[in-house]
């Protein structure tokens, strides 16, 4: 439907309004994909790629917006709901494409994304985290695995006045979710690679052999100068091992209760070494959790890991000045000889908030926890599909702020202050284009 009007409206030179410009955009930025899903799948399937890709825009519900069901309405128009359905279904199950290819075009994206940061004298940032995708309903769907909940932390969570809810750890079907966005400071993120795996049964997999393969390909295609920004999870000293044998920077949260040794000092805890290093330049810095400016202080030093005592690594002191949050350490390969550096090195990490919100808007507006589909690949199909969606939205934020601001004015309305004082979510665009194509839906429907 989509890509039949596009290709109407081209010919006939009729590329106005925010809709065509969503549509000709989209176009442009799934190019390369279609050009080499045609050399592998029949046309129609290449049509019915690019139209689940804008349905996917459409469609905004949590519960059900990747079902195949709902998702066909939007192909062909609800009359003909079954028919979009059905081909829908024979693009997931087609034998000639895999997922893989997806993510090859996404890594394609972001070595021309890297190459142009580091044109412009920037330091790419490539963020790293794990997250999961909860199927608490689902049992005999392949590929489902044992995922600690975070809903039903949250749901249990002890409130006054109500009983004590289980305190153990709450286990439910799902997936595991290996993430890594790239990024610079002060820029919009891009989606570099988004894995899904599992720790049962013939797709078993392992977390440590995710990073190895990225870890390898970046090696191999591409120069240094990309700085991994790693949460306290990654604090662990396989991690190290494998960015120090692939020659790449790292910067990892480091955990105070781990050893490390330092020059006259000794092998003594990171938090016990670190108070001999003294805090110094102090700055303003953003809570984003508790909202507010904190007067912070920095420190650093050069130190060594106790099983790679012959590599030089440095610790990163954050100290909150009033001393009303405790001090965060970091562990960086990055040589630091002064103040800036060592400010470039926390600002990076505060940078890494930013696949944290990446992983909920994925969850909740994308609806990654919805698909119903019996077959591994095929679920790895459409979710690559909907990491290409939410990559999309990120490259409208970077490159076309003057339509975004259109597209909130126009579709995406809301009033108080708190929505112009804030910068602009991602949220309210997908909000506004949602709304925006709904209307060219609604009008190729009545007219067809």
């Known amino acids: 439907m989509y890509k039949t009007y596009l290709q109407d409206k081209i010919e006939k030179g009729k590329i106005n309004g925010a809709d065509n410009f969503l549509l000709k955009k989209s176009s442009k930025y799934l190019e390369g994909l279609l050009i080499k ?34 998702l066909g309405g939007y192909i062909c ?31 394609e994206k972001t070595k021309e994304r890297i190459a142009s940061l580091q044109k412009e004298g920037k330091r790419p940032l490539l963020l790293w985290d794990d997250s999961r995708l909860e199927k608490p309903e689902s049992w005999w769907s392949e590929g489902l695995c044992s995922v600690w ?46 894995t899904w795996w599992t720790t049962r049964g013939k797709h078993k997999e392992l977390a440590t052999n995710i990073i190895f393969r990225m870890l390898k ?27 120090l044998h692939f020659q790449q920077d790292f910067l990892i949260r480091w955990k105070k209760n781990h050893l490390l040794i330092a020059t006259k000092k000794g092998k003594k805890k990171t938090h016990l070494l670190a108070r001999s290093f003294k805090g110094k330049k102090p700055r303003l810095i953003y809570d984003k959790e508790r909202k507010e400016q904190r007067s912070a202080t920095i420190a650093w030093g050069e130190v060594f890991h ?20 405790p001090p965060i350490y970091f562990l960086t390969s990055v040589i630091i000889t002064n103040a800036r550096t060592a400010w470039e090195m926390a600002n990076s990490y ?65 009033t108080g202050n708190r929505y112009r004082n804030t910068s602009i979510p991602i949220y309210r665009l997908r909000a506004a284009i949602s709304v925006c194509i709904f209307s060219l839906f609604a009008l190729l429907q009545n007219s067809g």
């Open 350 to 414: 505060m940078h890494r908030w930013e696949i944290e919100q990446s992983f909920r808007f994925c969850k909740t507006e994308l609806a990654m926890e919805s698909p119903r589909l019996w077959f591994w690949e095929n679920k790895l199909k459409l979710l690559a599909i909907v990491a290409l969606v939410y990559d999309f939205l990120l490259t409208l934020l970077r490159n076309w702020r003057t339509w975004v601001n259109l597209f909130l004015r126009n579709w995406g309305h809301r």
């Open 306 to 325: 106790p099983e790679l005592p012959d590599i030089p690594l440095y610790l990163v002191i954050l100290r909150d000045k009033k001393r009303q949050t």
């Open 217 to 243: 390909r970046l090696k191999k295609e591409l120069n240094t100068g990309v700085l991994h920004v790693l949460d306290r999870g990654y604090a662990n000293i396989w991690t190290v091992e494998h960015m």
């Open 149 to 194: 909940s975070s809903k039903g932390k949250r749901l249990t969570k002890i409130k006054r006045g109500f009983y004590r809810p289980p305190s153990s750890r709450i286990c439910v079907p799902g997936y595991k979710w290996t993430a890594t966005m790239l990024s610079c400071l002060g820029g919009v993120p891009s989606v570099c690679q988004m």
């Open 37 to 70: 899903l045609d050399e592998q799948i029949d046309s129609r399937l290449v049509r019915a790629f690019y139209n689940l890709f804008i349905s996917i825009l459409i469609l905004r519900n949590k519960s059900s917006g990747l079902l195949l069901s709902e």
């Open 77 to 107: 128009g609800f009359r003909k709901a079954p028919a979009g359905t059905k081909r829908i279904s024979n693009l997931l199950r087609s034998k000639k494409w895999e997922h893989k290819l997806i993510k090859d075009y996404l890594f």
